[in-house]
């Protein structure tokens, strides 16, 4: 098979199967050949390893996997494209392609019955962009036996998953991906790597998903809602944005900040780890009392 991030075998492959792009379903092909051999050496595709490809497309990344990892499960919603994998990969054996939608699998069971003889299990994707964040925090919420998670996104989704939490650029994102991981921005890719070239530019990133979280919450879920509710009013004071929305009373997130030593005039982004979950535990400690 020539290779598959030819402009020229895309189109003759898209002719014969009668396949063209969905917009919908975030369908943009890489066609720059140097982009997947990276992705896949950075992603800890290995001899020992097993790894989960969410969205494969006609299969340029897929390919590169198979090549380098033990075995490689591919995960495509599209049902046109089943057939053109079957006929892409038709020369690796250590390829499975599952058709369904990443979002509704159950991917525990996806790891458990294709990677019991693989020694780590990693995951990585050029991800259609519309199930960035959905995806991202389905695979790390879920505590996956997964060693890390390697995606292509959109660059301003990047910088902000990468993005220190305390800074400017951090979000809501930034917080729940550095509990459960490390992440790392690996390098950008032009929007002339694609075939339809997309709007904007993409990058690579890395998350090393941590063996357990570094800071100590006491409540997971009401950790992510304070996160939330702060950060939907991210520029007013955190007493503001956690009152206003409705998450907590004036005097008890008054109460709240005061025994976790941060500022009543504080906003939620200049606050770390640290301090977010020590506020976190000490809103649920509050809730206890009263
Ligand atoms: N990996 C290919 C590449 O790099 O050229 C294609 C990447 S393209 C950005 C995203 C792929 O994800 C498409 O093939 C699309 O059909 C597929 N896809 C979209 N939504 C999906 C979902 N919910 N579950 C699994 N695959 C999905």
């Known amino acids: ?77 599209d049902d046109r494209l089943i057939p053109v994998l079957g006929e892409t990969l038709a020369e690796f054996s250590n390829v499975r392609v599952i058709h369904g939608d990443a979002l509704k699998l159950d991917l525990a069971a996806v790891i458990r019955e294709n990677f019991a003889d693989c020694e780590s299990v990693a995951v990585c994707a050029n991800l259609p962009y519309y199930i960035t964040s959905p995806i991202i925090m389905a695979l790390l919420e879920s505590r996956l036996p997964i060693s890390s998670v390697t995606v292509m996104v959109q660059k301003e989704a990047a910088e902000r998953i990468c993005a220190p939490v305390g800074s400017r650029e951090s979000g809501a994102l930034t917080v729940a991906i550095n509990y459960y991981a490390q992440p790392h921005m690996l390098f950008r ?36 809602a304070m996160v939330k509710a702060g950060f939907s009013q991210r520029r007013k004071t955190i007493a503001n944005s956690l009152t206003s929305g409705g998450f907590l009373s004036k005097e008890k997130a008054a109460l709240a900040l005061a025994n976790a030593d941060i500022a009543p005039n504080a906003r939620i982004e200049s606050l770390d780890m640290g301090q977010l979950a020590t506020l976190s535990n000490s809103i649920k400690s509050i809730s206890q009392i009263n």
């Open 1 to 77: 098979m020539s290779s598959l991030s030819d402009i020229g075998t895309i189109k003759d492959i898209m002719q014969r199967h009668g396949f063209s792009f969905s917009k919908g379903l975030g369908q943009n092909f890489l066609v720059n050949p140097s982009v997947c051999p990276r992705m896949a050496e950075m992603g800890g595709a290995n001899e020992c390893a097993g790894v989960l490809e969410i969205g494969p497309g006609i299969g340029v990344l897929t390919a590169e996997l198979a090549r380098r990892a033990k075995k490689v499960v591919a995960i495509e919603l």
């Open 189 to 224: 890719v032009s929007p002339g790597s694609f075939m339809p070239p997309p709007k904007v530019t993409s990058a690579v990133i890395r998350m090393d998903i941590l063996p357990e979280p570094k800071y100590d919450v006491g409540d997971e879920k009401l950790f992510f």
